[in-house]
């Protein structure tokens, strides 16, 4: 069965400094991978996904994240956060036509 | 409407009772998820649709678990005889006709279920 690892239940982050969000999935063929955010109260929203081509992906407010085959990783980044980026983020795959999901990250922004 | 519409956003049920929850998806789209999402987890699947056709409900927890979307739109989940367990938030995404398995899912903002 498919299933994602998020190993990090909370991050706490500086404004303005660097983000990593780690991320594993367990599929064994070609992943396609996503990462979603979801605000209190919110529905989850995509920030950006990885399906083929360029292991470098880029998202939108600035996120990007990186497929590395060799460590079955998809991890998130942002070179510097921002206070509005607190909230929970979602790290998925679909093997088949199922969306898995991870259990989140919750990101915490001290000013 | 311009995105998915989910109803009630909040629901109190005492143990025991029969709740339906109500997801509207955008306008089109052929394919509709429900997910349950528990305090401080990840959403887990429940059931899959396509048009009016349930594909999948093997994430359903329970037989007191139902799901139905009759025409192919708009979508129901039944819990009867709700159980503290039951307690979550209830997500319901939709995807457009040959989104899967690369396309975005479009979530509503979830029904939270609080069972007494």
């Known amino acids: 069965a498919q299933s994602v690892t998020q190993p990090d239940i909370h991050i706490t982050v500086s404004e303005g400094a660097s983000l990593e969000l780690r991320c594993n999935y367990s599929?064994?063929?070609?992943?396609?991978l996503f990462w979603y955010v979801q605000s209190p109260g919110q529905g989850l929203q995509l920030l950006l996904k990885?399906?083929?081509?360029?292991?470098l992906v880029q998202g939108i407010k600035g996120f990007e994240a990186e497929f590395k085959r060799s460590q079955s990783s998809f991890n998130l980044r942002k070179p510097s956060v921002h206070w509005s980026d607190a909230a929970e983020y979602f790290c998925a795959e679909v093997g088949s036509y199922i969306p898995t999901f991870g259990r989140g990250t919750s990101l915490i922004v001290h000013p | 409407g311009a995105g998915v519409s989910q109803s009630p956003r909040y629901k109190v049920a005492k143990r025991g009772q029969d709740v339906a929850l109500r997801c509207d998806p955008i306008s089109g789209h052929v394919s509709l998820f429900w997910y349950q999402q528990a305090l401080g987890q990840g959403p887990e699947f429940l059931t899959y649709?396509?048009?009016?056709?349930?594909?999948?409900k093997s994430g359903l927890p329970s037989d007191r678990f139902f799901a139905e979307r009759p025409e192919g739109s708009v979508s129901t989940l039944k819990i009867q005889r709700t159980q503290q367990e039951d307690s979550a938030v209830y997500l319901c995404?939709?995807?457009?006709?040959?989104?899967?398995?690369?396309?975005?899912?479009?979530f509503g903002e979830g029904s939270r279920l609080t069972v007494l």
């Open positions: 995404a939709s995807i457009p006709i040959g989104g899967l398995p690369t396309g975005e899912l479009f």
């Open positions: 599929y064994g063929a070609t992943p396609y």
């Open positions: 990885y399906f083929s081509g360029d292991t």
């Open positions: 649709f396509q048009n009016e056709a349930q594909l999948d």
